[in-house]
């Protein structure tokens, strides 16, 4: 397994897999892996074969995180994701510096980004305003340095998942986005670099995410028709924030193609919730 | 010569190129071909060879016409076009409709746009403000669809040019980016599309684009020292309006990079204006 850090050294590499007709896969990743981002390289392993190419890119990326956000702390650890990525045969771990992917010091700055306009407003993109430009733009980055026949997706985070869908689908980007189930913890936590954070009490308090996520469904399925949204998201609200440390970022039910929000909600509507737990945010999803 | 019109047909064309190892070369443009796209035709064919392909994209991109913009009416010939494409020895003629580019009716429709936002602030950016993002989508669009190992672009539109090589930079697409020089009709303008919309003795006084640019140059090379942008926006003004149907949109004077005005004007600085003859828009620009 390589480890690659210069963006000019990947593409050189991308450029001689694609000479030799080699189907490559990519797992963009900000690192700290655990086993929901292993099942992502799975799948790429899967769908590029035994001699396909399987890259995971590990880059923390600035661009994505709001001025009080969790940048400077996040998580990392390239060791052990080195360790993990050769244990299930990557190919190539693309880990580039900043000076790599945001050059400076030309006198002329970054200024080239890629906005999604309308699945990015709501959730995500209303709690936290630039999250999701810095997203599309270090994808669509990451796409043009690695060049990959197709890309991995979790779907913890469902709103990004559908704008790097809806990207690749305007922009024209030459793949095939695969978006892969939530995996989770035995007790159903999804997992999450940033479960770390959760210490002592706070991980059990976390599993309200999933929970009230379960509760939402059974009501749903029960119910004789259409139950509005209004009164299903108070009803979360209270059930999440029975947890001590626990506070409601937002809970949206929506359209799970447009993501547009339904009044009344019934089968088939999506809904996903953030929640902090003490200082940490988590989100998670579900059909209902 | 093959005429592409659907992006499917496009990218399995350029999937096959990248197959076969061939250096392709794109020349991106708006049909109704003059010499001046000649000229980029040809230097995309020195620079893939003899044996690489050289694909000639033609669209009106919408997208980067305002409401009150000429985009109806803008000159249209594809027979022409290929016929002129055929003789200079175009590979492929990409062609494609609104609906290729911009697909709706399935009720999710275009919202990623890529923009850049330092450069495209001046000039041509503030006379048409949504100008440079259709531009720059449009032409990510384009790289995505045919994968090119290289772009060549005129210089007519300076600002234009530096913004496509700035995205180019900046979201690390994998080719390389050629500036050709303008190409002039005989007796100095700038050659252009919209030219055709010069009827009568609006021609004539089309000239005076050229004309100022060159008092400029000449009264800046025989100045002593830096002469004030203010000074000379206000004699080339009055030069340009001499001609009775000619109305300065604007006149910059700037650093050929970073594109950042200059209140000091020397040798090395880029000049660039917009001028309306009769209902026509014309632009010019040049190095001092």
Redesign the interface.
Known sequence: MQIVRS?AAM?RL??EW??A?ERVGLVPTMGYLHAGHLSLVQRARQLVGQRGKVVVSIYVNPTQFGPNEDFSHYPRDLRRDARLCREVGVDVIFAPADEQMYPRGD?????????????ARGMEGKSRPTHFRGV??VV??LF??V?PDLAVFGSKDYQQAAIIK??VR?????LKLVVAPILREADGLAMSSRNKYLVGDLRAQALVLRRSLQRVQAAVRQAARPVPASRLKVELKRFVERAPAARIDYVEFFDP??LVPVPKVKRGVQVALAVFIGKTRLIDNARL
């Open positions: 963006v593409q991308a450029r694609r000479r007709g006198g002329t700055g970054f200024s080239t980004f890629v906005i999604e306009e309308a699945l599309s733009t669509a980055k043009n340095i060049q809806r990207m305007d922009l024209n980007f030459p193609e447009t």
